[in-house]
DNA sequence: GTTCGTCGTGTCTGTTCATGCCCGATTGAA
DNA sequence: TTCAATCGGGCATGAACAGACACGACGAAC
């Protein structure tokens, strides 16, 4: 195993415990404790972790994303069938915007190498996921950067995707529903959220189901302007039934 | 087989495996360690693999980048050095831009957790960084993303920092001097640089001695756009005190 | 057909890297 | 305050690496 696997591996062996210690890293890796600092000394540099005595903890959770970590862990498989089936919406080739949230990362975390796309984001994590891969051509959406998603929002932004034109868009949203819409709580996230459905020829929404029905402070849309709901089994076939009449694809992976 | 066929065949070995190692490709194609050692230089330098120490790992496979910070492991002692003279430089209050570069990357990363900061920055590793720090307002300049350096350039980066007015700008080149000014190998990001020279009304070059002398195919700007220039002990006193009587002060940390 | 340059490959040699071990310094919990 | 755990720097070692050079195949120009 390479020193950047293992490296790779603590890193996610951190972010899923939320801490990790040299000693069992050690004993698990079959290697000593200095090769383990190194390894965390490394990760501390690269602004990963936060080195703490007798072990690590990662970056995100330090201070005040408990949410974030706990959002990504709750309703982890059903996020990951709905990624799994948005690869298949991804165009061959052309241009993708992806919208920040937890869903949307983990489909560009399984773009495959081979792809070969124009993708433009406004979400840091995104982008910094997507930066090197070599098939595609990254275009960064600038402006204010919201600690919380990290996701630039504001004029900067807005602007940069009045001037755009995509072939699909791949949006998140905190709640939706036929009557009261896409909503998300921050007015800022949902104004750029407008901007990125109204730049994209075909709109693609990434929910589970919990989010069917739940509304929050600010609506960026409808339901109608939603081509296609990937969502899970969760949500009755009922509502999707319902959804489907208001001229929605409807996908329960 | 042909070296091109081989490298194809390794790339797509990489890929399903999600690692190759010299020895096993060696056996494998029944050439010598060193061919494929050539290979995947080759293969890195496309930006398609990432060599590790015994092998390689295709790009993506790993969401870090573990060499941002040690890639030029050259000179890290005065890096680190020249970083942490640079903090002296950040105002208490206000707004600072940051460029992109490896020394840069080192400040951003130094910036105490109860600084209270305005940041902008093209760079995707520095905004990765500072996202969740807690005190910093971050502004992210968008733009095409460069693979190499991670940072955005053209159009909308250039329109950005056209629109702003910062207080300080800390800003990396590959080469400096008197007589050729600031030089950096790719034109549009040196657009970029100069973009952000304008925008600030004080400017600091981190820049190690060895940049010092020289010079890349694009040019950015003068030294005497520099009011301050950070390097390490590197640099000649001689040399100190010629750029000093061209009006830029030296710290030679 | 000969000659020359280029390219891919192999060989050699000194250098760098990853890791493990050791020891004094530092830390944090009782 | 004390003491055991942890840390960090220095050093050793074997594997991996990089640069220089040589060899042979191939193709172009004469």
Avoid: C
């Avoid at 950047?4 to 939320?18: F, Y």
């Avoid at 072990?55 to 709905?82: M, N, Q, W, Y």
């Avoid at 072939?167 to 949902?190: K, Y």
Wanted: glycine content about 8%; hydrophobic content about 45%.
């Amino acid at each position: 195993m390479y020193a950047p696997e293992r490296q790779q591996e603590i890193l996610r062996l951190a972010r899923d415990g939320g801490r990790v210690d040299v000693l069992s890293l050690a004993e698990e890796f079959q290697v000593t404790a200095e090769t383990i600092r190194r390894d965390l000394k490394a990760l501390d540099r690269a602004g990963l972790v936060r080195r703490v005595h007798g072990g690590a903890i990662p970056v995100g959770r330090l201070d005040f994303e408990p949410d974030l970590a706990e959002r990504e862990s709750t309703a982890a498989d059903e996020k990951d069938r709905i990624a799994k089936a948005a690869l298949a919406e991804l165009p061959t080739e052309g241009t993708m915007i992806l919208d920040a949230g937890t869903t949307v990362a983990r489909v560009a975390a399984a773009i495959p190498l081979e792809a070969s796309l124009t993708v433009v984001t406004h979400s840091l994590p995104i982008a910094a996921r997507l930066a090197d891969h070599p098939g595609i051509q990254l275009h960064l959406v600038g402006g204010r950067v919201r600690h919380r998603t990290r996701a630039a929002v504001d004029a900067w932004a807005l602007r940069a995707y009045g001037e755009i034109r995509a072939d699909v868009l791949l949006v998140a949203a905190n709640g939706f529903s036929a009557e009261h819409g896409l909503t998300t709580p921050d007015l800022a996230e949902a104004a750029v959220k407008r901007a990125a459905v109204a730049a994209a020829r075909r709109v693609v929404l990434l929910a589970d189901s919990a989010k069917h029905g739940q509304e929050h402070f600010a609506r960026f849309g409808d339901l109608s302007d939603v081509d296609l709901l990937i969502t899970d089994s969760g949500l009755s076939p009922e509502d999707a039934a319902a959804i489907e009449r208001g001229g929605t694809e409807v996908v329960r992976a």
